[in-house]
């Protein structure tokens, strides 16, 4: 019942979000796969790793193709996410852990960064950091 009422939630979530809140969940999403692909790995549960990692894959795909690319920010993220998925696809090979512990600081960083650009959109841009 538990899992259902998550899907629910995480279907209205999608269905009521803005571009940018849409994004963010993306970014979220790879955070949470990658690190069951690392649960996975220190369990030495390397076929089951794949998995997440693919769905990792898939994500980052489909941001390449939401990218609008009259901006230079555009190329850039591009050129990133294509890395990345690159980097992930010789981490399946080579399963060394550095390489799997790269990809989920830059996702973490990309989830942090986005969902303060939207925390400061929705404040104007007003909000002081430290």
Avoid at 5 to 25: C, D, M, N
Avoid at 37 to 56: C, G, I, R, T, W
Avoid at 67 to 74: E, K, Q, T
Wanted: hydrophobic residues 45%; proline residues 2%.
């Amino acid at each position: 019942m538990h899992y259902a009422q998550q899907q629910q939630y995480l279907k209205v979530q999608v269905e009521t979000a803005s571009p940018g809140e849409l994004t963010l969940l993306l970014y979220q999403e790879m955070v949470k796969s990658l690190l069951l692909a690392k649960k996975l790995y220190s369990q030495n549960q390397f076929e089951d790793m794949n998995a997440p990692l693919h769905k990792v894959r898939l994500i980052l795909s489909e941001l390449i193709v939401t990218l609008n690319m009259d901006y230079d920010i555009a190329k850039d993220l591009r050129r990133l996410y294509e890395f990345y998925s690159q980097y992930i696809a010789e981490f399946i090979i080579k399963k060394d852990e550095a390489m799997l512990n790269d990809t989920i600081e830059f996702a973490r960083d990309l989830a942090a960064t986005w969902k303060q650009a939207l925390l400061s959109l929705k404040t104007g841009g007003t909000q002081v950091h430290a």
